[in-house]
């Protein structure tokens, strides 16, 4: 039977950027592809960079003769290099190609992997900023476009192109309508690359001792890019983030299926403090926070102690909202549940702070939200480095 479904393969190994990995494989099933992540190790589960762990749905060398619309790689080292001499997933990538499929690389992967095997001689390219010198020498004509097209093959530069680069490839598979309806959902940048703005009320100096211990829980449909943005983010910054599992799992199932491991249960650290608690957001991410007693009552504390808490996307709306967690504050929820704000004279701002409250409105806004934090943290010249390393 005939099917209109776009199957994407989006191989991952230990050093993976995660960041990347998670945008590409949320967006592309958004936009109503089959994405199979598939680990090129010899088990399911990855460390990937910045001590952030996944798993695949199954090894790559258990599919290695089905056939894809796309296969997409990640950067992020040594996660590079492992995709490069993997011969399976070469040997994929170059029948993809001679077949006349899509190819696609972020990061370093255009050149490690895609150049490497010989498969961008003569076209234009792009790639993290260190690589360029290296995609010249696989005879590629590099190129700095945030993301580039070259016939059926697509590349990009890191971490803050992730999701235009993903958009784009909605967009090579399923046309512009569904690339812009998927844009909108996530609230792109209408300016990307230029410095990241944030407003600010009420300027307060956001305090920490010797380093800043920052909790983020996760929850069954957290949603998954503006979970894995804040902790790579603020893991780059040197803060320590401890990810905790709402429920009795370590492993939670994200909004797009993408799978995550915490490190604790979040019951091991409801008695521990904490510089910020900052949430994800996810439509129905949000109402399991907004169920659980011991997280409600702990942003209740660090709201009394005058501490700062903040959320993304949906969790301002069905989290701080109902728990008088705004009150006095102006706040950003996600559009499709900001008219459950009683103040609604902020609900267009990407990313709001409020004294020691900051909220954001999607996965889209997720990289400014993370680096804002930075900059409340550790000021505005390390979260412009930040952003610089990152490509935002």
């Keep these: 039977?005939?099917?209109?479904?776009?199957?994407?393969?989006?191989?991952?190994?230990?050093?993976?950027?995660?960041?990347?990995?998670?945008?590409?494989?949320?967006?592309?099933?958004?936009?109503?592809?089959?994405?199979?992540?598939?680990?090129?190790?010899?088990?399911?589960?990855?460390?990937?960079?910045?001590?952030?762990?996944?798993?695949a749905d199954t090894l790559l060398s258990d599919?290695?003769?089905?056939?894809?619309?796309?296969?997409?790689?990640?950067?992020?080292?040594?996660?590079?290099?492992?995709?490069?001499?993997?011969?399976?997933?070469?040997?994929?990538?170059?029948?993809?190609d001679s077949d006349g499929r899509l190819n696609a690389a972020i990061c370093c992967a255009p050149a490690l992997a895609l150049g490497t095997w010989g498969l961008l001689e003569g076209k234009k390219a792009t790639g993290y900023p260190v690589f360029m010198e290296k995609l010249?020498?696989?005879?590629?004509?590099?190129?700095?476009?945030?993301?580039q097209i070259d016939g059926?093959?697509?590349?990009?530069r890191g971490p803050g192109t992730t999701i235009e680069f993903s958009v784009t490839l909605i967009e090579q598979l399923f046309g512009?309508?569904?690339?812009?309806?998927?844009?909108?959902?996530?609230?792109?940048?209408?300016?990307p690359g230029e410095e990241f703005t944030f407003t600010e009320l009420n300027q307060t100096t956001w305090s920490f001792e010797d380093t800043p211990q920052i909790l983020v829980p996760i929850a069954e449909e957290s949603e998954e890019i503006e979970a894995?943005?804040?902790?790579?983010?603020l893991r780059r910054a040197k803060a320590n983030v401890v990810i905790a599992a709402?429920?009795?799992?370590?492993?939670?199932?994200?909004?797009?299926?993408?799978?995550?491991?915490?490190?604790?249960?979040?019951?091991?650290?409801?008695?521990?403090?904490?510089?910020?608690?900052v949430l994800p957001g996810g439509l129905n991410g949000a109402p399991r926070f907004a169920s659980c007693e011991k997280l409600v009552n702990m942003l209740k504390k660090q709201a009394e102690a005058n501490k700062p808490y903040g959320g993304i996307c949906a969790s301002p709306a069905y989290v701080f909202e109902p728990n008088g967690l705004l009150k006095g504050k102006k706040a950003t929820t996600h559009p499709v549940v900001s008219d459950k704000l009683s103040d609604k004279s902020h609900i267009e701002h990407r990313v709001v702070v409020d004294g020691n409250v900051i909220t954001s409105r999607a996965p889209g806004t997720a990289m400014e939200f993370s680096l804002a934090i930075v900059e409340k943290f550790y000021g505005r010249e390390k979260a412009l480095q930040l952003a610089k390393a990152t490509l935002v």
């Excluded at 590409?24 to 190790?41: H, K, N, Q, W, Y």
């Excluded at 010249?136 to 993301?147: F, G, L, Q």
């Excluded at 059926?152 to 990009?156: A, E, G, K, N």
């Design 228 to 233: 894995i943005a804040l902790v790579d983010i």
């Design 152 to 156: 059926r093959i697509v590349t990009s």
């Design 63 to 96: 599919i290695t003769d089905s056939v894809f619309d796309l296969i997409v790689l990640p950067g992020g080292l040594p996660g590079g290099e492992t995709l490069k001499n993997c011969k399976p997933l070469e040997n994929m990538v170059k029948k993809q």
């Design 176 to 191: 512009k309508e569904k690339a812009d309806e998927v844009s909108s959902i996530l609230l792109l940048r209408p300016n």
């Design 136 to 147: 010249a020498a696989t005879c590629a004509t590099a190129v700095e476009s945030r993301v």
């Design 246 to 277: 709402v429920g009795n799992s370590l492993e939670v199932v994200g909004s797009r299926k993408a799978k995550l491991v915490a490190e604790v249960l979040l019951d091991e650290v409801a008695e521990k403090s904490f510089d910020l608690i």
């Design 1 to 55: 039977m005939a099917s209109s479904t776009k199957t994407v393969l989006i191989p991952i190994a230990h050093g993976t950027e995660p960041l990347e990995a998670v945008a590409m494989i949320t967006v592309l099933r958004r936009g109503g592809a089959d994405v199979t992540v598939a680990s090129v190790e010899t088990q399911v589960g990855v460390d990937a960079c910045h001590g952030i762990k996944m798993v």
